[in-house]
């Protein structure tokens, strides 16, 4: 597995626990407003690659001060050897949470992550409405394996949270409403406004922000179909 980067402390990427986060190299999607290109486009940094055992090491000498850690990219499931590092992080360190961030392209890998209990907590980015994915944005993903990734996660029995970058050309009214229907029952989603700055597509400026009125809009027409919504900035 490609780990490009390890942040070795943070309170706010897992809810509730102290935590520390890999970052994995490669995503199978071209997110236009993906605020991490150095991990999508930009090329591996042989230089700067950790091993598993490296990871592994480090969370053995702060097992006494990290309750979970975070496995985000990139997007991590595009590795064929995701499952296997989860399993030798939790034969070593059983009682160290995993929370995994996915954008639900491969609901097969979701499925054996699930049935082997391997990951406590998901976080799924809901990209587009439905008819979006099959419109071939994103490489034309089906969009059955979003819904089947969407639906298993509700029924995982693990904590979980739906939550969706939002751009102004992508993201208006009727798409939050559809999304809101495809996470329908899910007890929290969260809205996170596009930030300028360094994203895939450089030429994207601030004008493709939301400003706090329209979020909390979105807000209120997702929050019909489910329990919490909260707005990130």
């Known amino acids: 597995m490609l780990i490009q980067h390890l942040e070795k402390l943070t309170l706010l990427d897992f809810p509730g626990r102290v935590a520390a986060v890999v970052f994995t190299y490669g995503c199978n999607l071209r997110c236009p407003y993906c605020h991490n290109p150095e991990l999508v486009t930009q090329g591996v940094k042989e230089d700067l690659l950790l091993s598993e055992n490296d990871v ?9 001060v990290l309750d979970g850690l975070v496995i985000t990219g990139g997007e991590p499931t595009v590795h064929k050897d995701l499952i296997a590092f989860i399993r030798k992080v939790k034969k070593v360190l059983p009682n160290l949470q995993i929370k995994l961030d996915t954008n639900g392209t491969f609901p097969e890998k979701v499925a054996q992550i699930i049935e082997e209990g391997l990951v406590d907590y998901w976080a799924m980015d809901i990209k587009y409405a439905e008819e979006l994915y099959q419109q071939g944005l994103n490489g034309g993903m089906k969009a059955m394996h979003i819904k ?9 029995g693990t904590e979980f949270e739906f939550r969706t970058t939002v751009m102004k050309g992508l993201h208006d009214s009727e798409v939050m409403k559809k999304i809101g229907l495809l996470i329908k029952g899910s007890p929290v989603y969260y809205i996170q406004n596009f930030r300028a700055g360094k994203s895939i597509d450089p030429t994207l400026d601030s004008s493709k922000s939301y400003t706090s009125q ?3 809009e979105f807000a209120e027409i997702v929050g019909k179909y489910v329990d919490r919504v909260e707005i990130r900035n």
Do not use: A, D, P, Y
């Open 148 to 156: 089947e990734s969407i639906e298993m996660i509700k029924n995982s």
């Open 214 to 216: 329209e979020l909390n």
């Open 56 to 64: 592994i090491s480090f969370l053995q000498t702060r097992r006494n």
